[in-house]
């Protein structure tokens, strides 16, 4: 595996699923732009995009690959069996779409995205293990792996069957560390026995850990540290064992100057800062906020037009707030769209969630919002 690591010396990825926005909704390629600078100047080289991340693929081109060496980074994509894929033929498809988009030539890193109990066989059944292979032998792909989001289980299987598999990208952070619908150190250590590198997803647990619930807030606060919280989930991950990478995606130029001051001259959390983790590891354990990373994979497929990141937002705010924003925070985000008591119990969200979480219960209890 050291054949591909020396590009990758510096821990940090730049995850490209949440650029910086402007006001219309489309990414700001010139703040993009000045992000790439900023990590590229730093030592950082991995770059990670994907089929699915809406207008990331076209950004990076504008924002990289049009204005730096190709050999001077490393750029993952990713193709993924979504419910509205159901051929082999339109799956396939995504890697000549993402080589357009990106106009990146070839990819060091190809993933199946996405793996889970509720799709993993529609990468069988469309031959796309095989393909990868093809890819690489063709150099349109350096290496290849698969993103996942299950139990231990099935990813002990799939290892076992594809042992050529040369890396997999894990959700880690500290608050799923013993998650049993995340399962980050079973995953990790499964990973290790097979003698796989893994990149990191979600270390800031899609942004939730970078402004973490107000009481591991008192956990870090009281150790009189100006650290980021961002910056304790990210060193946590950045220490274990195995890793390749760890994607952070940040949003602004402020996170990337603030992740940079403190991976490029990195240093693993010592035994004082690792009871502090223990300790906010605990304090999430017993909180009851509904832990949604906003990816939205749940709402695609709806067919109900139900925004429920948004709503489980709203439900997470409304603990000390007056009942009266709380209802006009709802009505907001549900302006035109599908309310909570809307849901048909369907549950393709469920199945399509990498968090697992138990959307439908979890709609019903958001229905208090409605009044």
């Known amino acids: 595996m050291d054949n591909y690591t020396d590009k990758n010396k510096m821990k940090l990825g730049f995850g490209l699923m949440r650029l910086p926005k402007l006001e219309d909704g489309s990414i700001d390629v010139k703040q993009t732009a000045d992000m790439v600078d900023l990590f590229l100047k730093a030592g950082g080289t991995y770059f990670d995009t994907a089929f699915a991340y809406p207008g990331s693929e076209e950004a990076i081109r504008q924002a990289l690959v049009e204005r730096y060496p190709r050999d001077s980074y490393t750029l993952a994509t990713k193709l993924i069996c979504s419910p509205d894929v159901n051929d082999e033929e339109t799956a396939k498809k995504e890697l000549m779409t993402s080589l357009e988009r990106s106009g990146a030539g070839y990819f060091d890193y190809y993933l199946l995205h996405a793996i889970q109990r509720s799709n993993y066989k529609k990468y069988d059944d469309f031959h796309l293990w095989d393909y990868v292979k093809e890819l690489k032998e063709k150099g349109i792909v350096k290496h290849y792996g698969f993103s996942f989001h299950a139990d231990p289980e099935l990813l002990e299987e799939l290892l ?200 439908i219960s979890l709609l019903e209890q958001c229905r208090s919002l409605e009044g």
């Open 160 to 359: 076992e069957k594809h042992p050529d598999v040369e890396f997999v990208q894990l959700q880690i952070n500290y608050a799923d560390w013993e998650n049993p619908g995340v399962n980050s150190r079973k995953n990790l250590e499964i990973c290790r026995k097979h003698g796989k590198l893994v990149t990191v997803m979600e270390p800031v647990k899609g942004g939730i850990l970078a402004d973490p619930i107000d009481s591991a807030k008192a956990i870090f606060d009281k150790e009189g540290s100006d650290a980021s919280y961002a910056s304790w989930a990210l060193r946590f991950v950045a220490m274990q064992e195995g890793i390749l990478t760890v994607l952070s995606g940040m949003s602004s130029l402020e996170q990337m100057k603030d992740n940079l001051s403190f991976m490029e001259d990195f240093k693993p959390l010592n035994d004082h800062e690792l009871d502090v983790i223990r300790q906010v590891q605990e304090a999430y354990n017993s909180d009851k906020t509904i832990p949604c990373t906003g990816c939205r994979y749940c709402t695609k497929g709806c067919p109900m037009s139900i925004p429920i990141p948004d709503i489980f937002t709203v439900e997470n705010r409304k603990k000390g707030s007056p009942e009266f924003r709380t209802k006009r925070e709802y009505a907001i985000v549900t302006q035109d769209k599908g309310k909570a008591s809307d849901c048909i119990q369907c549950g393709q969200c469920e199945a399509a969630c990498p968090q697992h979480l138990p959307i």
